[in-house]
């Protein structure tokens, strides 16, 4: 969609995520991750960007604009996880050996069963299969447990390094995406009952994260999940290619 529309696109696959390498030792953090990133733009010539970012990738986003705010023209979180402090709210810590037997136990049923009811505000549709399939294969070969290990420590970040506490810092035009039928929530599984309650709550976490940010367009989903860009492209589509400023240079 973004190619068509005349811009450049560049979706790194992180380590530790999808194809990319899963390390047996690597210190996981969202500073690591978008300096391997700027290094990536950087060889290849790329020094002005639109960055989006959606779920973890939001987080990341958020991070890589806060350590490269001289290289963004605009940032796009689309769905980003990391708008509420899950540990300050009281999910509590597990260990990343906990975190891994846990993650040894991952089927294509409980990924299906996962982004019925959170990406997909508990519809599903046929085409959804496949990124259920592409996750579960990966938990399906010899190299599961290098899998599961890096998830672990991807979870640990995930849990330790907040991000929403900077959103003021954020000097950018940013375009925040809800779907208010998201209920994301690191550890909830975990979480006491009436923490539970509390979490996830992203048409409440969207406008308290917009009020945050500076320059900022908030745009809401009535009847969307955690991934609107799947659920209902036409309509994402639309709203992203509105706001990004035709007249820059598309990168």
Request: with cysteine; proline share 7%; hydrophobic share 40%.
């Amino acid at each position: 969609m973004l190619s068509d529309a005349g811009y450049r696109v560049i979706a790194p696959d992180q380590i530790g995520f999808g194809k990319s390498t899963k390390p047996a030792h690597y210190q996981y953090t969202f500073q690591q991750l978008a300096g391997n990133t700027h290094a990536l733009l950087d060889s290849l010539g790329i020094s002005r960007i639109t960055v989006i970012g959606h779920s973890t990738g939001g987080m990341l986003g958020v991070r890589y604009a806060l350590m490269y705010p001289e290289n963004i023209d605009q940032l796009v979180l689309v769905d980003p996880i990391g708008l509420e402090d899950w540990k300050a709210k009281g999910v509590p810590w597990q260990s990343v050996d906990v975190l891994y037997q846990q993650e040894l136990q991952t089927t294509a049923d409980c990924i299906r069963e996962y982004e019925r009811t959170t990406y997909y505000a508990g519809t599903w549709r046929p085409d959804y299969e496949q990124w259920v399939q592409m996750l579960a294969g990966l938990y399906r070969g010899p190299g599961r447990e290098l899998v599961a290990w890096n998830a672990a420590l991807l979870s640990d970040m995930i849990y330790t390094q907040p991000v929403l506490y900077e959103f003021a810092d954020l000097r950018m035009p940013v375009l925040l995406v809800i779907g208010d039928k998201d209920t994301t929530a690191f550890g909830k599984n975990v979480a006491p009952p009436a923490v539970r309650a509390t979490l996830g709550d992203y048409p409440k976490l969207g406008k308290e994260a917009a009020s945050r940010i500076p320059h900022v367009r908030l745009v809401e989903f009535p009847d969307l999940g955690h991934s609107p860009q799947i659920q209902a492209p036409e309509v994402f589509h639309k709203v992203l290619l509105d706001w990004l400023p035709m007249g820059q240079n598309k990168t």
